[in-house]
């Protein structure tokens, strides 16, 4: 198993499929070449400060390594982005959910995608406004 590190890995798996948790948010995507499996981590500044943030970090990666491996698709990348309820969620609970995050099918929704935005599918920014 490999780490995602660039930028660009990054924001593709973001478009990816997810699966929600209420400690972090697993996106996964499958790649086309025969390498090996990828994961990345990230969490955001809205989480906390520097060292609440790399303790959430700490805590995915500790999940990661004690996750079993088959559990994973091959030929994929994964992208682990930690919540703040990762620092107090019970360990062994946020092992049960990743496990659980694997193996559920993930919903996918584009990014871009009108779905959540307040609009009808098919309709633009200036079709769905009301005339003044």
Known sequence: ?????????????????????????????????SGPIRIGFTVTKKNGNAPQRNRIRRRLRELVKRLDPVSMQPHHDYV?????????RDFTTMLDDLRIAFTRPARHIPKGSPKGRGQRPGATAATSRKPD
């Open 1 to 33: 198993m490999d780490r995602l590190r660039q930028r660009a890995d990054f924001l593709a798996v973001a478009n990816g499929a997810r699966v929600n948790s209420p400690a972090f948010v697993l996106q996964s995507r499958s790649r086309d070449d």
């Open 80 to 88: 682990l982005v930690g919540r703040r309820d990762a620092l107090s």
